[in-house]
């Protein structure tokens, strides 16, 4: 069954998806964040891993963060947290400020 | 000495009497600067329950041993005083170029007592001090005043002054310098007016004196390489400043929302920091020895100037429902020149903005008005019409009109953009903060929503007094040497123990700085103590332990306070009202 969800990028991300915030993508089917990723490199080209990831590890990078639904995925299941029809999910590059 | 210039002037506004103090190697070593160096002199100095607005209250400008030197981000200064907005100890800090000048004029600090009779400024330069007639200034904003003392005086000369708001002892009121960077909070530009001094304006020529060079040259290359490295000192605050966060926030639901109602902000995109890097943004700017530049200068079709920064874009915008960054921009314009604290100022008018939706105010101020908000920025700098009420901040304002209950703050001092619902540690730093409802005694937004230094469950409060303990106590010390806490996100307390040991001279560890900090933070409690507050000012607003977030990524959240403060108190030392214990004291070397 294939399933959609919103994704927003915000700040620097942007520039992934060429300004676009917010892209709807279509899974085949029921997927984690992973999955996603590799979606959004077809849709967008290959870098976007080489942006989100540690390309030693396979990880995301350290201070990306990546939101399900407002719920960061390092306390779920990181890059195998399961994606459902509707999520919204967000992904953000490091960020501070007050 | 090195490091601190070693001496503090004391300037007597009523009789006009103006005296050097030598600043103590013990006293320093002690409570470093700063912030420590005004909370220990305003305890030591002040007699209980004096009126903040009164001459017995004293307005304590500060430096630490590091401003002015070449440390990273040490261009900046504090006010330490009664805060005549909270009743409690405050230290309002700002960054800019002025601290670093008053070191180089020959003070680490000074001390103003008393009132003048009429308006007058102080003039200090190369160690010379003069106390000046402000008569023909007064009146004027804080652009018009920098630029009319600066010719009056020395054309490098810095400002720090009050405008309006500060001269009609608006209890909101700031303290500018270099025109754009405000000692916003506490309403200590109140105290200022009260006394009537409309501006101190420096000017020197020496030098800091490092204790150890070559120690220093090491310190500072692995501090900058460590800031350069790290993503958010090199490349998120510099590139994005720090609005970037508004689209971050809201998408966790903690962007508070006409008047904390909700955690989203529906239009937050239109007045988000990409929209302002798309429309207005047209430079960035830097405060003195800061390699991470988050300041943005702004341009609008009408005016120029600087910011909205993260806290004001919401303050004007989400917190009133207002969609137009024009008007957002232009109120922040205003609060500069006016002198207002941006946070205060739009926590309050989104209040005012609830209370006349529930019926509680004669006069229509509807969320999302935008003409409104401005128009009310200017009333309360002038305190003209409702502006009159709305300058004395929302809990004098909600309880006046029968709603305390409304009024979103702690400790009377108005809260910040992150609704506490959706981080149960930085909920726990709001309500024990000794300056009340403020975001930077302890930045818990690092751990539960950025992911700095390591992410946390934001929705537990398990673990979190502990946090926030070592965020107040690391933060105490940041405060009193004095850096940006922008810093916090690269370096250490081991950085800024090598920082302090090579400016002064002086053995410190980066546990002395943990034990300092918890030095100067029990000091500020005693004094809170004195004032007559207690465990139950160490609280939030009914809504945020009662009411669920409606919406969001904070859906049906509420903050479990009272677990996590017993649990705070019994790190802490303190007893169950909130009283630090004798061994406490006596451990911090505080038992008289």
């Given at each position: 069954?294939?399933?959609?969800?919103?994704?927003?990028?915000?700040?620097?991300?942007?520039?992934?998806?060429?300004?676009?915030?917010?892209?709807?993508?279509?899974?085949?089917?029921?997927?984690?964040?992973?999955?996603?990723?590799?979606?959004?490199?077809?849709?967008?080209?290959?870098?976007?891993?080489?942006?989100?990831?540690?390309?030693?590890?396979?990880?995301?990078?350290?201070?990306?963060?990546?939101?399900?639904?407002?719920?960061?995925?390092?306390?779920?299941?990181?890059?195998?947290?399961?994606?459902?029809?509707?999520?919204?999910?967000?992904?953000?590059?490091?960020v501070g400020g007050g | 000495m090195y490091g601190w210039i070693?001496?503090?002037?004391?300037?007597?506004?009523?009789?006009?009497?103006?005296?050097?103090?030598?600043v103590n190697k013990n006293f320093a070593k002690k409570f470093?600067?700063?912030?420590?160096?005004?909370?220990?002199?305003?305890?030591?100095?002040?007699?209980?329950?004096?009126?903040?607005?009164?001459?017995?209250?004293?307005?304590?400008?500060?430096?630490?041993?590091?401003?002015?030197?070449?440390?990273?981000?040490?261009?900046?200064?504090?006010?330490?005083?009664?805060?005549?907005?909270?009743?409690?100890?405050?230290?309002?800090?700002?960054?800019?170029?002025?601290?670093?000048?008053?070191?180089?004029?020959?003070?680490?600090?000074?001390?103003?007592?008393?009132?003048?009779?009429?308006?007058?400024?102080?003039?200090?330069?190369?160690?010379?001090?003069?106390?000046?007639?402000?008569?023909?200034?007064?009146?004027?904003?804080?652009?018009?005043?920098?630029?009319?003392?600066?010719?009056?005086?020395?054309?490098?000369?810095?400002?720090?002054?009050?405008?309006?708001?500060?001269?009609?002892?608006?209890?909101?009121?700031?303290?500018?310098?270099?025109?754009?960077?405000?000692?916003?909070?506490?309403?200590?530009?109140?105290?200022?007016?009260?006394?009537?001094?409309?501006?101190?304006?420096?000017?020197?020529?020496?030098?800091?004196?490092?204790?150890?060079?070559?120690?220093?040259?090491?310190?500072?290359?692995?501090?900058?390489?460590?800031?350069?490295?790290?993503?958010?000192?090199?490349?998120?605050?510099?590139?994005?400043?720090?609005?970037?966060?508004?689209?971050?926030?809201?998408?966790?639901?903690?962007?508070?929302?006409?008047?904390?109602?909700?955690?989203?902000?529906?239009?937050?995109?239109?007045?988000?920091?990409?929209?302002?890097?798309?429309?207005?943004?047209?430079?960035?700017?830097?405060?003195?020895?800061?390699?991470?530049?988050?300041?943005?200068?702004?341009?609008?079709?009408?005016?120029?100037?600087?910011?909205?920064?993260?806290?004001?874009?919401?303050?004007?915008?989400?917190?009133?429902?207002?969609?137009?960054?024009?008007?957002?921009?232009?109120?922040?314009?205003?609060?500069?020149?006016?002198?207002?604290?941006?946070?205060?100022?739009?926590?309050?008018?989104?209040?005012?903005?609830?209370?006349?939706?529930?019926?509680?105010?004669?006069?229509?101020?509807?969320?999302?008005?935008?003409?409104?908000?401005?128009?009310?920025?200017?009333?309360?700098?002038?305190?003209?019409?409702?502006?009159?009420?709305?300058?004395?901040?929302?809990?004098?304002?909600?309880?006046?009109?029968?709603?305390?209950?409304?009024?979103?703050?702690?400790?009377?001092?108005?809260?910040?953009?992150?609704?506490?619902?959706?981080?149960?540690?930085?909920?726990?730093?709001?309500?024990?903060?000794?300056?009340?409802?403020?975001?930077?005694?302890?930045?818990?937004?690092?751990?539960?929503?950025?992911?700095?230094?390591?992410?946390?469950?934001?929705?537990?409060?398990?673990?979190?007094?502990?946090?926030?303990?070592?965020?107040?106590?690391?933060?105490?010390?940041?405060?009193?040497?004095?850096?940006?806490?922008?810093?916090?996100?690269?370096?250490?307390?081991?950085?800024?123990?090598?920082?302090?040991?090579?400016?002064?001279?002086?053995?410190?560890?980066?546990?002395?700085?943990?034990?300092?900090?918890?030095?100067?933070?029990?000091?500020?409690?005693?004094?809170?103590?004195?004032?007559?507050?207690?465990?139950?000012?160490?609280?939030?607003?009914?809504?945020?332990?009662?009411?669920?977030?409606?919406?969001?990524?904070?859906?049906?959240?509420?903050?479990?306070?009272?677990?996590?403060?017993?649990?705070?108190?019994?790190?802490?030392?303190?007893?169950?009202?909130?009283?630090?214990?004798?061994?406490?004291?006596?451990?911090?070397?505080?038992?008289?």
């Amino acid at each position: 069954m294939s399933i959609s969800v919103r994704v927003k990028l915000f700040a620097t991300f942007r520039e992934i998806t060429g300004g676009q915030r917010i892209v709807v993508v279509k899974l085949s089917r029921k997927t984690t964040i992973k999955g996603l990723i590799e979606e959004l490199s077809k849709l967008f080209g290959k870098e976007i891993e080489g942006v989100l990831l540690d390309t030693k590890t396979g990880d995301l990078k350290s201070f990306n963060n990546v939101l399900v639904n407002g719920h960061n995925i390092k306390l779920l299941q990181k890059l195998r947290t399961k994606l459902d029809n509707g999520d919204t999910v967000a992904f953000f590059p490091p960020v501070g400020g007050g | 000495m090195y490091g601190w210039i070693g001496e503090i002037l004391r300037v007597d506004l009523t009789s006009g009497k103006v005296s050097i103090e030598e600043v103590n190697k013990n006293f320093a070593k002690k409570f470093i600067g700063g912030r420590g160096l005004g909370v220990k002199i305003l305890y030591d100095e002040l007699e209980p329950k004096i009126d903040p607005l009164s001459p017995e209250n004293k307005l304590i400008f500060a430096t630490g041993p590091v401003t002015g030197t070449r440390a990273p981000t040490s261009g900046r200064y504090c006010v330490v005083s009664k805060s005549p907005l909270t009743g409690t100890i405050f230290d309002s800090h700002s960054g800019g170029f002025w601290g670093p000048e008053l070191k180089f004029a020959g003070y680490d600090g000074i001390i103003i007592e008393g009132g003048a009779k009429k308006p007058v400024y102080i003039w200090i330069a190369d160690k010379q001090v003069e106390i000046r007639d402000a008569s023909d200034i007064w009146g004027l904003d804080t652009h018009e005043t920098t630029e009319k003392l600066v010719k009056e005086t020395d054309p490098k000369a810095k400002v720090a002054c009050i405008g309006p708001a500060g001269e009609r002892q608006v209890l909101i009121s700031a303290i500018i310098n270099d025109k754009h960077r405000a000692a916003g909070r506490g309403g200590l530009g109140a105290v200022m007016g009260y006394k009537q001094l409309k501006a101190i304006v420096v000017r020197g020529t020496a030098k800091v004196d490092i204790a150890n060079e070559e120690e220093f040259d090491e310190i500072y290359d692995e501090s900058m390489l460590v800031i350069r490295k790290h993503p958010i000192t090199d490349k998120s605050l510099p590139t994005l400043g720090t609005a970037v966060l508004v689209n971050i926030v809201n998408e966790y639901g903690m962007y508070p929302t006409r008047n904390f109602q909700e955690g989203v902000f529906e239009d937050a995109e239109g007045v988000s920091g990409e929209k302002i890097t798309e429309t207005i943004l047209v430079g960035r700017r830097a405060c003195y020895a800061c390699p991470i530049g988050c300041g943005r200068i702004t341009k609008t079709s009408k005016r120029e100037g600087e910011g909205p920064e993260y806290e004001t874009l919401w303050a004007f915008s989400a917190q009133c429902g207002v969609n137009d960054l024009i008007s957002v921009t232009h109120a922040n314009y205003l609060c500069n020149e006016l002198g207002l604290d941006t946070i205060s100022t739009g926590n309050t008018i989104g209040c005012a903005m609830e209370m006349s939706q529930k019926g509680f105010l004669k006069e229509k101020i509807e969320f999302g008005d935008a003409e409104k908000l401005v128009e009310l920025v200017e009333k309360i700098a002038f305190k003209k019409g409702i502006g009159k009420e709305l300058s004395e901040g929302s809990k004098r304002f909600a309880e006046k009109h029968g709603c305390p209950e409304l009024a979103m703050q702690v400790k009377g001092l108005e809260l910040p953009a992150y609704d506490p619902r959706g981080a149960q540690g930085h909920a726990l730093a709001y309500s024990t903060s000794n300056r009340g409802g403020c975001h930077l005694r302890a930045y818990l937004i690092g751990p539960e929503l950025l992911g700095t230094p390591a992410l946390v469950d934001r929705t537990k409060p398990e673990g979190k007094a502990d946090l926030v303990r070592n965020f107040q106590n690391l933060f105490s010390t940041i405060d009193s040497m004095i850096l940006c806490v922008f810093t916090s996100f690269a370096l250490n307390p081991y950085h800024y123990a090598k920082f302090m040991t090579a400016a002064t001279g002086l053995e410190y560890t980066g546990k002395d700085l943990m034990t300092i900090g918890e030095r100067i933070w029990n000091l500020e409690r005693l004094f809170n103590i004195r004032e007559g507050f207690g465990r139950s000012d160490d609280s939030l607003p009914p809504r945020f332990l009662k009411t669920p977030l409606p919406e969001g990524g904070s859906r049906e959240r509420t903050v479990f306070l009272e677990k996590m403060l017993e649990e705070y108190y019994d790190l802490r030392g303190w007893d169950d009202k909130g009283v630090p214990l004798k061994s406490k004291l006596e451990e911090l070397d505080l038992s008289r």
